[in-house]
């Protein structure tokens, strides 16, 4: 069940009480399908057609015919649809869109399984303004791109969930996981940034993370920005340990400042961040557009 009182299954609105996962559902067997997160900003939302191509990338991946995904003119009438009946249309809202396929047992579906599901639910976005957050290493390492493709959010999130646990078990906020030859990835809701001097430190897509939507608008900023460098790399832990500020981004948090990773501690203000948080903001505002309806 949501935050709030209402969901859309495949077009319906719905109460979300209402029971809407058969026990066919690949997503229920297998944790087969993908999902998108965005953030809305009253009737307004940034890079939602970006998020659209991703989510279809990861369902190609996992051969989900992708002939019944709903156009994006009409998940945007839904999406506000379903804002409106929660009464999320004045502040900022948490919407996650969800698609999978019903079919058969085994892990090879068959080839006339192709009734594609979909769920959409909102909830009120927590306040993250002045948010810091405290990150712990776990030995739950990051799944090599090789095995589990970095560039889809897929419904099978178990290697984050023991991540995130480990993290919790620690009293962090969220785990900061390597690749597993021990190079620095991303946390498990977010991409990782540091601050060295001119320098923006993240770890290039070499090291098995998800290329957020929210990191290549950071990396934008910065390219933007005569007096500062981004650096893409392989870093172990111990170079993170020199920064002067580090920070995580991702499309509902945006960019929040890192305080502590295990016992070491950062400075949470900094120009250099206090800047990149501000021009985010400012970026957001002169892109963000209106969701049809």
Known sequence: MTDNGHIIHNGALLSAETPIVSANSRALLYGEGAFETIRTYGRETLFFSEHLDRLKRGLNKLGINLDQFPEEK??????????SKDNLLIDSAIVRLQFWRDGSRGYLAGKNEVELQYLITASECPDFKDREVRLA?????????????GFGKFTNGINYILAAKEAADKGADDALMQTTEGWISEATIANIFWIEGDNVFTPSEACDLLPGITRDIVIDIVNKNSHLRIQEGR???????????????????EVLPVCQINTHKFGTDHSILNQLRKDYTTFRNKYKKPLSG
């Open 137 to 149: 290493t776990v030995a739950t390492s990051r799944i090599p791109s090789e095995s589990l493709p």
């Open 235 to 253: 870093y172990p832990m111990e170079r993170l340990y020199e920064a002067e500020s580090v920070a995580i981004c991702n499309s509902v948090r």
């Open 74 to 83: 009409l998940l945007e009438e839904q999406i506000l649809e379903l804002l």
